[in-house]
C-alpha cells in the first residue's frame, strides 16, 4: 500500500479552500488546511510533500512561504494574479506560480507533475523552478550545486 502525499494549503479564501479539498482529495492526497501565515508556518516544519498557498495572507504573501518551504526541500504552488515580476520571483524560489486556478484535471496534473519534478530533482541532484504565466507551466532544470555567495548580512544567496 503506498502513502498518500501530504499537501499543506494556505488560503484565506474559503471558496479556494474548498475547491482544492474536493479536487484534491479525491485523486489521493491528504490535506491539510490553513488560512493564516503563522498556521503555515508550523504545519511547514512538519515537512508536507507539498505547500500550496495563496499570494496574498494579509501583511505576508505566499512568496515568503514559499522561500520557507524551499529551504525545507518543500516545492510550492502560488495561486496568485496575473503579475510577471511575481511570476518571476516565484520561479527564482523554485515554486510553480499560477496565475489563475485552472480546471480540476489541470490542477492534478500539476500537483503530480511537480510532486514528481522534486522527486526526481532529489533522487538526480536537480534543482527544479516552475513558473506559470497565461496557464502556460515552464520547467527549468539546473544540474548540480545552485551557485551560491554571501550577501553584505553574511547570508548565503543564490546567485544568478
Not at 488546511?33 to 505576508?60: C, G, M, W
Request: proline residues 5%.
Amino acid at each position: 500500500m503506498s502513502m498518500r502525499r501530504h499537501v499543506l494549503v494556505v488560503s484565506q479564501n474559503p471558496r479556494t479552500a474548498n475547491t482544492l479539498i474536493a479536487w484534491l482529495s479525491p485523486a489521493g492526497y491528504e490535506l491539510s488546511i490553513v488560512n493564516t501565515f503563522s498556521a503555515a508556518k508550523v504545519h511547514l516544519n512538519a515537512r508536507p510533500d507539498l505547500l500550496i498557498t495563496d499570494l496574498k495572507l494579509q501583511e505576508y504573501n505566499g512568496l515568503h512561504l514559499a522561500l520557507r518551504a524551499h529551504a525545507l526541500g518543500t516545492p510550492s504552488i502560488i495561486l496568485g494574479s496575473e503579475d510577471p515580476v511575481l511570476a518571476k520571483d516565484a520561479f527564482e524560489l523554485g515554486a510553480t506560480y499560477l496565475s489563475a486556478l485552472p480546471s480540476r484535471v489541470e490542477l492534478v496534473k500539476i500537483v503530480g507533475d511537480v510532486l514528481l519534478s522534486s522527486q526526481k530533482g532529489a533522487a538526480d541532484g536537480l534543482v527544479a523552478g516552475a513558473a506559470s504565466t497565461q496557464g502556460e507551466l515552464m520547467w527549468n532544470y539546473v544540474s548540480g550545486p545552485k551557485p551560491t555567495g554571501v550577501d553584505q548580512a553574511g547570508r548565503r544567496v543564490l546567485l544568478h
